[in-house]
Antibody, heavy 123, light 112 residues
Framework: QVQLVESGGGVVQPGRSLRLSCAAS????????IHWVRQAPGKGLEWVAV????????DYADSVKGRFTISRDNSNNTLYLQMNSLRAEDTAVYYC????????????????WGQGTLVTVSS | DIVMTQTPLSSPVTLGQPASISCRSS???????????LSWLQQRPGQPPRLLIYKISNRFSGVPDRFSGSGAGTDFTLKIGRVEAEDVGVYYCMQATQFPYTFGQGTKLEIK
């Protein structure tokens, strides 16, 4: 079955860095785009970043552009989010989510989500 | 960015009764390919989001048929035919027509 497992969260001081990982299994990882979506405590969902199936394209929310970098290792079925210059407002649960494909075509949604990893930015 | 606005933000419902959530986008969600990439997600307490509906009205695998989606352009609706206890949680609409993807504020469904 499709599984996405995030790791790497924790407590970090403002201005420091953290790298999140998302380990995928149960599907052909190299065929799917993957997104990061975050959720601040008690708040709604905020899209963070996306990477194409082959890593050829990436896009970011304005709130993280220039500070966060999304990448992937298709040989190890793993997605990453390198987070630099962290701010208090980056405090959130970070989810990785797989792009929905139906009949082999991108279908404009996110079908499987990991359980999330909590990042707390605090001094 | 496309702004997604949900109403109501809270919906107390009696078990067995229907429920309806509306979602309005600040601009048309019709993509250049002719498709409308509007989804509905459910988030039960303490759980990650779960896909219910994609492209306005298509139920995702394993989603009960009491969930249905409708709408077009900028106005969309999620309906639950008869609410069950397991339906408690927060429901989000999401647009994937253009980056950045954006979500509604969420509608909390609770049992009266």
């Amino acid at each position: 079955q499709v599984q996405l497992v995030e790791s790497g969260g924790g407590v970090v001081q403002p201005g420091r860095s953290l790298r999140l990982s998302c380990a995928a299994s149960g599907f052909t990882f190299s065929s799917y785009g993957i997104h990061w979506v975050r959720q601040a405590p008690g708040k709604g969902l905020e899209w963070v970043a996306v990477i194409w199936y082959d890593g050829s394209n990436k896009d970011y929310a304005d709130s993280v552009k220039g500070r966060f970098t999304i990448s992937r290792d298709n040989s190890n079925n793993t997605l990453y989010l390198q987070m630099n210059s962290l701010r208090a407002e980056d405090t959130a649960v970070y989810y990785c989510a797989r792009v929905l494909r139906m009949d082999g075509f991108w279908s404009g949604s996110l079908d499987y989500w990991g359980q999330g990893t909590l990042v707390t930015v605090s001094s | 960015d496309i702004v997604m606005t949900q109403t109501p933000l809270s919906s107390p419902v009696t078990l067995g009764q229907p429920a309806s959530i509306s979602c309005r986008s600040s601009q048309s969600l019709v993509n250049s390919d002719g498709n409308t990439y509007l989804s509905w997600l459910q988030q039960r307490p303490g759980q990650p989001p779960r896909l219910l509906i994609y492209k306005i009205s298509n139920r995702f695998s394993g989603v009960p048929d009491r969930f249905s989606g409708s709408g077009a352009g900028t106005d969309f609706t999620l309906k639950i035919g008869r609410v069950e206890a397991e339906d408690v949680g927060v429901y989000y609409c999401m647009q994937a027509t253009q980056f950045p993807y954006t979500f509604g504020q969420g509608t909390k469904l609770e049992i009266k």
